[in-house]
């Protein structure tokens, strides 16, 4: 069973940062595009960022500029690096992995709060 596990999720102050990783376990890490979206309460899940197995990348508009998306196959893992953070940022994170279809994770609670 494919397992998506993220990590990092927490409480920082407005113009902070924060770093969330996610593992992926029972997958070919390598095929996969990864991606990181959240939902905050009352509004549809979005975009943040995704990265192909070739390291292209894309973000959401909101997001650009100021979250970094990587990958590291050799750990089967990706994270994105968020700096600047903004109130409008808290949402929950979720990891996602797409071939041929979507996979998620659990999520993780990104606030962003003085």
């Known amino acids: 069973q494919v397992h998506l596990v993220e990590s990092g999720g927490g409480l920082v102050q407005p113009g902070g940062s924060l770093r969330l990783s996610c593992v992926a376990s029972n997958i070919i890490f390598n095929i996969y595009t990864m991606g990181w979206y959240r939902q905050a309460p009352g509004k549809q899940r979005e975009l943040v960022a995704t990265?192909?197995?070739?390291?292209?990348?894309d973000y959401g508009d909101s997001v650009k500029g100021r979250f970094t998306i990587s990958r590291d196959n050799s750990r089967n893992s990706v994270a994105l690096q968020m700096s600047s953070l903004k109130p409008e940022d808290t949402a929950v994170y979720y990891c996602?992995?797409?071939?041929?279809?979507?996979?998620w994770g659990q999520g993780t609670q990104v606030t962003v709060s003085s």
């Open positions: 990265i192909t197995p070739y390291d292209n990348t």
């Open positions: 996602s992995a797409s071939y041929t279809n979507t996979l």
